[in-house]
């Protein structure tokens, strides 16, 4: 499902001398994003019958924040056809155009609304609320929590919305294929049985591997991690990685710095960078196994060939890994099928990379006292106005 080349720079460069290092399989688990897979059947069966129930709705509303949208958001814009990417929005950002955005056009009645928040207290999920239930109190809501009490629980409560757990042990960005991910994704018709069989499914060899090799080359000052991602149906996808790698392993005066691109598009802005600036940039070229399509009937330029647009973004995207890798930059290719069950196998495979290299920097990876200490200050202010 999800297939690994890797460029002669990065071999090279990731070889180590000495037995590999040892990893305790199980530290990963400790959020849960492992166990939840297998453990939590019953919130899995129940998050897709909810979800199916909104099938009726015209328009599905997320109102969720960082991993509590960015994982399904990733999802539909690979798998999801274009009535699927129309009908399910997400509102997650403190933005006033987003929001209008979203209702624009849409009747109460026919409006879905899953309300995302772990501790039922995250600021921007309340305020999101508070404007959406002005104006469409006759909605249907959903609340998906962890928290056993909080003000949005006993609202919830209160009004008789339908809710759906977040297992406690199971952080934010690692919550994808919880209820947090599955509900969205199943109201809309896409298959969430065969996203978590494909994360069941993932090779947990290539997950160790790439960690032993990617903290090798962290060693050796490649401390920035690029996903260059050829095809604008996986810019979501990016999203969902850059908050993964990012608040996992930037802590304790050590990190990753993670980034995507699109290709073609960045390698007109990024490349030059890339390939003679600083030696600190590891780079996985991501392409999708879309079956290539005969060009349309227009003029050739004597060049194009009978290639059309995919065939020739595989070309740029094979050509442009290859030119850095031969420029001596660590470059590794990976070629994903747009299915559920491979997507969810890329996502899983990076859930446990981002684990076992948190372990292998000896910092945890579960955790994000930075991402705290900014809510509480914020909390602060707003409790002197």
Not at 14 to 42: A, I, K, M, Q, Y
Not at 133 to 141: F, I
Request: glycine share 10%; proline share 5%; hydrophobic share 40%.
């Amino acid at each position: 499902m999800v297939k690994q080349h890797q460029g002669d720079c990065w071999r090279r460069l990731s070889h180590r001398e000495g037995p590999p290092p040892v990893l305790n399989l199980w530290t990963r688990s400790e959020s849960g994003f492992e166990r939840t897979l297998t453990r939590d059947l019953e919130p899995q069966i129940a998050a897709r019958d909810i979800g199916r129930s909104m099938a009726g709705r015209e328009r599905i509303l997320v109102i969720g924040i960082g991993g509590s949208s960015a994982g399904a958001k990733a999802i539909l814009d690979v798998v999801g056809d274009s009535a699927q990417r129309r009908r399910l929005q997400f509102l997650d950002n403190l933005d006033k155009e987003l929001l209008e955005r979203s209702l624009e056009g849409i009747e109460s009645a026919k409006l879905g609304v899953f309300v995302i928040s772990r501790s039922g207290r995250t600021l921007e999920v309340l305020a999101l609320l508070r404007e959406v239930y002005a104006r469409h109190p006759k909605a249907s809501y959903v609340l998906i929590s962890q928290a056993i009490t909080s003000p949005l629980r006993q609202f919830a409560q209160e009004l008789g919305w339908p809710q759906l757990p977040i297992p406690a042990d199971v952080g934010g960005r690692f919550s994808v294929f919880t209820p947090v991910g599955l509900a969205p994704l199943a109201a809309v018709g896409i298959d969430v049985g065969s996203l978590l069989q494909g994360a069941k499914d993932a090779d947990e060899a290539m997950a160790r591997t790439l960690a032993v090799e990617l903290h090798h080359l962290l060693t050796q000052g490649f401390n920035h991690h690029l996903q260059f991602l050829y095809g604008d149906r996986f810019r979501s996808l990016g999203e969902w990685w850059v908050q993964l790698v990012g608040e996992s392993l930037g802590k304790e005066g050590q990190g990753v710095f993670p980034q995507w691109a699109i290709g073609s598009r960045d390698q007109h802005s990024i490349l030059q960078l890339l390939a003679e600036g600083p030696r600190q940039a590891v780079m996985l070229f991501v392409a999708d196994e879309d079956e290539h399509e005969p060009p349309a009937d227009g003029p050739d330029f004597g060049c194009l060939g009978p290639q059309g647009l995919t065939e020739l973004r595989h070309v740029l995207w094979y050509a442009n890994a290859k030119a850095l890798d031969d420029l001596d930059r660590p470059v590794s290719r990976f070629l994903l099928e747009r299915t559920p069950a491979s997507v969810g196998a890329w996502m899983q495979t990076w859930m446990r990379t981002t684990a076992d290299l948190g372990q292998l920097m000896g910092i945890d990876a579960f955790d994000q006292p930075g991402v705290e200490a900014g809510k509480r200050v914020a909390t602060d202010l707003l409790n002197r106005t």
